[in-house]
């Protein structure tokens, strides 16, 4: 029986917001929805807030895919554009002044290793990544997670899994975290799909197209160096958003899939910190606001 893959890494990109290195994307096979490889997507992503415009792109490769051990080498790189109104900051500082504000580059490589082993009659799930982090200012950090899901229940219609969450850095206040999926499908037009509490009910009008009802986080983040005293050499920009929304994806033509999505974001977190420790050195308001994201994939 066919392992939720996509499934795991969307669980781990809702529930680890410090770590930006998976998308919840969830590409089509020919047969329909599937869960198949992402080998090439970008995005564009525009919200009416202080970081307005993210062009994403991502590319991957799994060179061993077994039903055992899978592994993949990734690449990810994004451009945004932060413009911080001051009054916004939690301190007195000049946004532009400490580099906070104008267009950043971030980019990632990495690798990711999905393995299964049986316990107890049923599937442990164990899921490892590496990842080197770098900006048009420095380079960020290598850091990496070690997750483990126990698959409790997994037949045709319904998963259901849970397991701990380790971050491999120091960056972080909150090192091991738990996390869950569920996935139940209902009929061949209607799915729930749970990650960690959030949520996307999927209803399938044709084989070819799916509307999805739901919310996820959207993660903002990039390095620079404020060349501030009493702060470090360089910082890590952070802002993790609920976005609740609707998204409308289509089968455009064979292997090759696009994506609409509409909503509104709001601001769990925002925080500077240094790039590698957990210490915060600046946080900032950010309101509700409206974004439309536009997305485009090649899937083998």
Same mark, same amino acid.
């Given at each position: 029986?066919?392992?939720?893959?996509?499934?795991?890494?969307?669980?781990?990109?809702? *529930?680890?917001?410090?770590?930006?290195?998976?998308?919840?994307?969830?590409?089509?096979?020919?047969?329909?929805?599937?869960? *198949?490889?992402?080998?090439?997507?970008?995005?564009?992503?525009?919200?009416?807030?202080?970081?307005?415009?993210?062009?994403?792109?991502?590319?991957?490769?799994?060179?061993?895919?077994?039903?055992?051990?899978? #592994?993949?080498?990734?690449?990810?790189?994004?451009?945004?554009?932060?413009?911080?109104?001051?009054?916004?900051?939690?301190?007195?500082?000049?946004?532009?002044?400490?580099?906070?504000?104008?267009?950043?580059?971030?980019?990632?490589?990495?690798?990711?290793?999905?393995?299964?082993?049986?316990? #107890?009659?049923?599937?442990?799930?164990?899921?490892? &990544?590496?990842?080197?982090?770098?900006?048009?200012?420095?380079?960020?950090?290598?850091?990496?997670? #070690?997750?483990?899901?126990?698959?409790?229940?997994?037949?045709?219609? &319904?998963?259901?899994?849970?397991?701990?969450? *380790?971050?491999?850095?120091?960056?972080?206040?909150?090192?091991?975290?738990?996390?869950?999926?569920?996935?139940? /499908?209902?009929?061949?037009?209607?799915?729930?799909?749970?990650?960690?509490?959030?949520?996307?009910?999927?209803?399938?009008? &044709?084989?070819?197209?799916?509307?999805?009802?739901?919310?996820?986080?959207?993660? /903002?983040?990039?390095?620079?160096?404020?060349?501030?005293?009493?702060?470090?050499?360089?910082?890590?920009?952070?802002? &993790?958003?609920?976005?609740?929304?609707?998204?409308?994806?289509?089968?455009?033509?064979?292997?090759?899939?696009?994506?609409?999505?509409?909503?509104?974001?709001?601001?769990?977190?925002?925080?500077?910190?240094?790039?590698?420790?957990?210490?915060?050195?600046?946080?900032?308001?950010?309101?509700?606001?409206?974004?439309?994201?536009?997305? *485009?994939?090649?899937?083998?």
């Amino acid at each position: 029986m066919k392992i939720p893959f996509i499934t795991i890494l969307a669980l781990l990109a809702v *529930v680890l917001p410090a770590y930006p290195q998976f998308d919840m994307l969830q590409p089509v096979d020919e047969s329909g929805y599937g869960l *198949v490889k992402t080998n090439l997507t970008f995005s564009y992503d525009h919200a009416f807030g202080a970081v307005p415009d993210n062009l994403n792109g991502r590319v991957s490769y799994q060179f061993i895919n077994k039903p055992f051990l899978k #592994f993949t080498a990734n690449a990810r790189f994004n451009t945004l554009w932060a413009n911080f109104e001051d009054s916004r900051l939690s301190e007195p500082l000049d946004a532009w002044g400490i580099g906070l504000n104008g267009n950043h580059y971030y980019g990632s490589f990495g690798f990711t290793a999905l393995g299964f082993l049986p316990v #107890f009659g049923k599937p442990l799930a164990m899921l490892a &990544t590496g990842s080197a982090e770098w900006s048009n200012h420095c380079f960020g950090r290598v850091s990496g997670l #070690f997750g483990a899901v126990y698959l409790l229940k997994l037949n045709k219609n &319904t998963q259901f899994g849970i397991g701990p969450i *380790v971050l491999i850095h120091t960056a972080s206040s909150f090192p091991v975290l738990p996390g869950i999926i569920y996935r139940h /499908r209902f009929n061949k037009n209607l799915a729930l799909n749970i990650y960690g509490g959030i949520f996307g009910l999927e209803f399938n009008p &044709t084989p070819d197209d799916l509307i999805v009802f739901g919310g996820d986080l959207d993660v /903002r983040s990039f390095y620079f160096k404020p060349h501030k005293e009493g702060w470090p050499d360089k910082c890590r920009f952070t802002m &993790t958003l609920f976005r609740p929304g609707l998204k409308y994806k289509r089968r455009i033509a064979r292997n090759f899939y696009g994506e609409i999505g509409a909503g509104v974001g709001f601001k769990m977190s925002g925080r500077v910190t240094g790039a590698t420790k957990s210490k915060r050195y600046l946080d900032f308001d950010e309101d509700p606001s409206f974004f439309l994201k536009a997305t *485009v994939s090649y899937s083998l």
